[in-house]
């Protein structure tokens, strides 16, 4: 879902060079260019747009004086400081440019057609005019000599032991006949040189050759290892071509394939079978292919074309494209179209070694350009739902548009297509933040092509259907309509033919005005056009763009970002210095970016892509190079970043480790952001999640959870970063958005208590609102279901540190407040639809109220509402089995005493009714109170049968008591029976009984004493020595004189023997009549 956009471009004219150039190489090391032409070399440093040498091969007699000379290959060695030439005459020549000095270190008397060295220079291979092959090592010492055509196959040659003979294979109609039927292969093509094309797999291990067999008149290639012992030999393909180009990474041998009706450029594997192909955008005999060119790293293929001449005297039209592959799609991504002028004919195209995105090309008129190319996603880049968050890819004339809010499709496929006359080579989206969706498209032609969202009067026949329906089905998708396209107009009416790049970085910052960047000719400067719409009528299919005004930069611009918010336009130029582009201010001003300190903001390194984004309250810069290093402002923050996005309020960013981080850019700085980013371990959970290897950032859909992720394939893959699912949640739940918000996290399992646990007390005064937007007793009861004491978030979803998030008080009473606030407000808007959620809001309080589940259910059954939306009492107990187990629920319904419900659940449970029926029969069969009683002990409910059986009667009251007795009822049984009661007093007697046993001694007097069990009592408090209570309960006991005196000397020795002196002295002294204390 990537294109090739132009970084920079560097262009010389009119370079003064004798002759016409041939053929050209780099100098890596001193970042010079050298040419040959029929006289000699010129070495041209491209920055100084100077010669800085110039050597003369006509002078030295390697070429001839009247210009028939010709040079077949320029080297440039690297250990030996010199350059390597060779002629068509068979002189190879070592040039030292620093001495200007010549030495021929060979000659072939043959000629020489090819010279091709191996990428670690340490060998050479020259084709002969006598069709052989000649290996050298890099001190020109011949290693051996072969003949270039070969009868053998290759030391890889195919063993088969006759199956699968094509003699036993079906032919279909032309039968058998078929199989014995002689391929014949045609000649070369008419416009085929006959020359020899050499080329080397990346690690030179391999060499690939393209002959014209002698035998057959037919290219062939073959395959030699470095040890220059032949592989392989190609299967015969009719009309194949001169061009040949190994893979760098060594998969495969790009050539090309004339056929009937079109032209391929076909790939061969290294055993010389065919392994695919793509057709080039040409007809037939229109166009040949001159070379092809793969960069180094293997990502771009290079085509070198060339109109077939059609009108003698003409000069042919030559082209470059660039094609890419992506989940095995060819695209063609941009293409180049020279002019038919003589001075801008290509003579010679090569990748950089070094910088694998950057081509250089040198024409016929001693015009040198270099094109600098890197990814990019373009994308719309609005914030609001309105985005349908589109992003556009070119492949050649069609930009293949994918609208990933409502649908995501695998590419090469899309939503729709947008199809041009010309190539495409720029597509930018409106950066107005109402009209994202609206996109402008540069062709090859120079033209803008403005294509706006909304309604069409007529079909639009440049716009064709992908993935979102037509062909008898509902489109689903209001595609966009082209409204016109302009032709860009210059001040000086200025020819763009020379450099068919001329304008890049082209933005759309309002709606009728465009930025676009070229570079100067002559001196390293940028100029920035204003391109402003023309006034023009309304049907005219042609429009104007007119560069209203211009603005000059020192410095060469490579990058360009505007922030829809802010307005704020950004410059980056190659030597990282950011500037402001005021362009708004009537002057079109540019002045540096300077940071919240003040101090000019500056990349350490050139960034390739660059954004825009507000961290707390400043604006800032976010760059992220080649090499995976992401910066904020001049801040490094990040080494391993592979790709990032800025969506509203958070920052995203893939990393070689294989995750994707989420990080909000509110309350961020720089030291948080880096000390995050360079930790192995994030706490929060929010923020770090793994994704699949190589995964690269596509888009995020606005207003939205989705981010779509590419992998290295081609493939896509779509994840709900649980930052975004979350921050996007109490958004919504802010607004009131429940249902959105809702359906987001039933989607994505997020646990449904943070609806109330985001803001408590919104939630509580909006229960009716969340009751109609979910509308759903499904979706309520689910609700229901998920909800616990828990404070998810304290516990599951902490939010950010500046959220104004209101944190409910774990007072333990959420659920029953919950439940009884929806209650209400279902009760409220209607009852019988939501009267399964009433039930499951009685259910889930923190005390189950199922008797009252029960009772209503029981109220249901003789309900027969017409209403649609009723419930029956079968419905509303088969859904309460599925809250409540069965044998729960059997209880309940039996402590209603209510046995029409307790057969109803009986019914619905996995009972035997052989064990229920009679049970129940016999409970019927009982007086009231004595059932009512028999179920509640069967109930375990222990303090409503004693109730229940108080009221059955004087006889049940040895029953009663037992049970008393058996499980401690003591004080609820002395709450049924008058104190004056005969029951009152047992009960009384047993509780004191019972309170001996447990050594509470003083609550077991007191106790006899209030039911009149005096010598008990007398005998609890003397046991206690509580001599006080004692001789109260002895007078009541009216005891004498003597049997007084001798009770107080026995609680004297109590008293004692508690150490209690004073209180024995004092018994002794008023009851027991001693004046004197005997020793005891």
């Not at 100029?527 to 007119?546: C, F, W, Y």
């Not at 407000?825 to 199922?850: D, F």
Request: charged fraction near 20%; charge should be negative.
């Amino acid at each position: 879902m990537r294109n090739l956009k132009l970084f920079q471009t560097l262009e010389i004219r009119d370079i003064q060079g004798p002759g016409k150039p041939q053929c050209f190489s780099l100098r890596t090391e001193q970042e010079t260019v050298l040419i040959g032409s029929e006289h000699g070399l010129i070495e041209v440093d491209p920055v100084s747009r100077e010669v800085k040498n110039e050597v003369s091969l006509v002078a030295e007699g390697f070429l001839p004086e009247d210009g028939s000379g010709r040079i077949v290959g320029i080297q440039d060695l690297l250990d030996q400081e010199s350059v390597c030439v060779a002629t068509a005459s068979g002189d190879v020549i070592l040039c030292s440019l620093s001495t200007q000095q010549l030495e021929c270190v060979g000659s072939v008397s043959s000629g020489i057609s090819v010279m091709s060295w191996s990428p670690d220079q340490e060998l050479v291979l020259l084709a002969t005019g006598q069709q052989t092959l000649i290996m050298m090592t890099k001190d020109f010492e011949p290693i051996m000599e072969q003949q270039i055509h070969q009868d053998d196959f290759g030391e890889s040659k195919f063993i088969t032991i006759g199956w699968g003979r094509k003699e036993t294979q079906f032919h279909g109609s032309e039968g058998r006949q078929a199989a014995f039927q002689m391929e014949t292969l045609e000649s070369a093509l008419p416009w085929d040189d006959h020359r020899p094309r050499v080329t080397w797999r990346g690690d030179g291990q391999f060499f690939a050759v393209s002959v014209v067999c002698p035998e057959t008149g037919a290219r062939k290639v073959r395959v030699w290892n470095r040890e220059f012992a032949l592989q392989s030999t190609s299967e015969p393909v009719a009309g194949l071509g001169p061009a040949l180009a190994w893979k760098p990474s060594g998969s495969l041998i790009a050539s090309t394939q004339d056929k009937p009706n079109q032209q391929d450029i076909v790939f061969f594997e290294k055993n010389g079978l065919l392994h695919g192909h793509f057709t080039l955008p040409f007809l037939k005999d229109e166009v040949k292919v001159n070379d092809l060119l793969w960069n180094a790293d293997s990502t771009v293929l290079a085509v070198w074309l060339e109109d077939l001449q059609q009108e003698e005297g003409s000069i042919p039209k030559t082209y470059v494209q660039l094609w890419t592959v992506g989940n095995y799609h060819w695209y063609l991504k941009q293409s180049l179209s020279f002019s038919t002028c003589g001075k801008s004919k290509i003579v010679s195209l090569i990748w950089d070694p070094v910088t694998p995105y950057r081509l250089h090309v040198l024409c016929q008129g001693w015009h040198y350009f270099c094109y600098d190319w890197h990814w990019t996603t373009d994308r719309s880049s609005g914030d609001n739902s309105s985005d349908l968050s589109s992003v556009a890819v070119i492949d050649g004339n069609r930009v293949l548009v994918t609208v990933f809010r409502q649908t995501v499709v695998p590419p090469p496929m899309c939503s729709y297509q947008l199809l041009f006359p010309h190539p495409v080579n720029q597509v930018t989206f409106s950066a107005h933040p109402q009209k994202s969706n609206d996109l402008a498209v540069l062709d090859a032609s120079n033209q803008i092509s403005v294509y706006k969202r909304g309604d069409c009067p007529r079909a639009d026949p440049t716009v064709k259907l992908g993935a979102v329906g037509g062909s008898g089905f509902k489109v689903s998708l209001i595609t966009p309509h082209l409204e016109k396209r302009y032709k860009i107009q210059f001040e000086n009416n200025e020819e763009q033919d020379v450099n068919p790049l001329k304008l890049g970085l082209l933005t759309w910052i309002e709606e009728n005005i465009f930025l676009a960047v070229s570079h100067s000719e002559s001196s390293p400067q940028s100029i920035i056009h204003h391109l402003t719409v023309a006034p023009s009528e309304m049907d005219e299919e042609q429009g104007q763009l007119n560069v209203s005004s211009s603005a000059t930069v020192d410095g060469v611009i490579i990058s360009l970002c505007c922030n829809s918010k802010t307005k704020s336009v950004a410059l980056q130029l190659t030597d990282g210095q950011i500037f402001k582009y005021l362009w708004e201010s009537p002057s079109l001003a540019v002045k540096p970016w300077k940071n919240s300190g003040g101090f000019p903001v500056r990349f350490p390194y050139t960034c390739t892509q660059i954004e825009l984004a507000m961290i707390g309250e400043e604006e800032c810069v976010l760059g992220l190079t080649d090499r995976c290093r992401f910066f904020i402002n001049d801040i490094e923050v990040a080494s391993n970043a592979t790709s990032f996005a800025v969506y509203d309020e958070f920052l995203l960013l893939t990393t070689h480790s294989h995750t994707c981080q989420c990080f909000c850019l509110r309350d961020a700085s720089f030291k948080t952001l880096q000390a995050s980013l360079s930790s192995s371990h994030v706490s929060n959970g929010e923020v770090l999640r793994k994704v699949e290897r190589g995964s690269r950032i596509v888009t995020v859909v606005p207003q939205d959870t989705k981010l779509i992720l590419q992998m290295p394939r081609g493939n896509l893959e779509v994840v709900h970063h649980r930052a975004l699912v979350l921050a996007q949640i109490r958004k919504w739940l802010d607004r009131l958005m429940y249902k959105e918000a809702f359906e987001c996290m039933r989607k994505l399992r997020i646990n449904l208590n943070l609806i109330y646990d985001h803001n408590p007390k919104v939630f509580l005064e909006n229960v009716e609102t969340f009751i109609k937007q979910i509308d759903s007793v499904n979706h309520i009861n689910l609700f229901f279901t998920e909800l616990k004491e828990e404070d998810v978030t304290k516990t599951m979803y902490p939010p950010p540190v500046s959220s104004s998030v209101h944190l409910s008080k774990d007072d333990g009473k959420k659920l029953d407040l919950v439940c009884d606030a929806m209650r209400a407000a279902m009760e409220n808007i209607n009852p019988q639809k939501y009267c399964l959620s009433i039930l499951t809001s009685h259910v889930k309080k923190a005390t189950p109220e199922l008797e009252i589940v029960l009772q209503k259910v029981h109220e249901l059954q003789g309900n027969t509402s017409p209403d649609p939306d009723a419930v029956s009492a079968e419905e509303a107990l088969k859904y309460l089995l599925l809250l409540v187990d069965v044998n729960e629920l059997y209880d309940h319904s039996l402590g209603t005493y209510d046995f029409d419900l307790v057969l109803m659940v009986a019914e619905k449970s996995q009972k035997d009714p052989k064990e229920y029926l009679p049970f129940l029969n016999t409970l019927k069969k009982m007086e009231t109170n004595y059932q009512r009683f028999t179920i509640d002990k069967y109930l375990k409910r222990y303090e409503k049968a004693i109730g229940h059986l108080s009221k059955c009667g004087p006889e049940y009251f040895p029953e009663c008591l037992n049970l008393i007795k058996d499980k401690n009822l003591y004080k609820e049984a002395l709450k049924l029976y008058s104190p004056s009661s005969q029951q009152y007093q047992d009960i009384s007697v047993a509780y004191g009984e019972h309170l001996m046993q447990e050594h509470m001694y003083e609550p077991a007097g007191l106790m006899f004493a209030r039911c009149g069990a005096h010598e008990k009592a007398l005998s609890a408090f003397l046991t206690c020595g509580n001599w006080k209570q004692a001789l109260c309960v002895a007078a009541q006991l009216n005891f004498t004189e003597d049997q007084l005196a001798g009770l107080g000397r026995t609680l004297a020795g109590k008293l004692v023997e508690q150490r209690k002196h004073i209180d024995a002295a004092m018994v002794l002294e008023q009851y027991a009549q001693v004046n004197s204390i005997p020793p005891f």
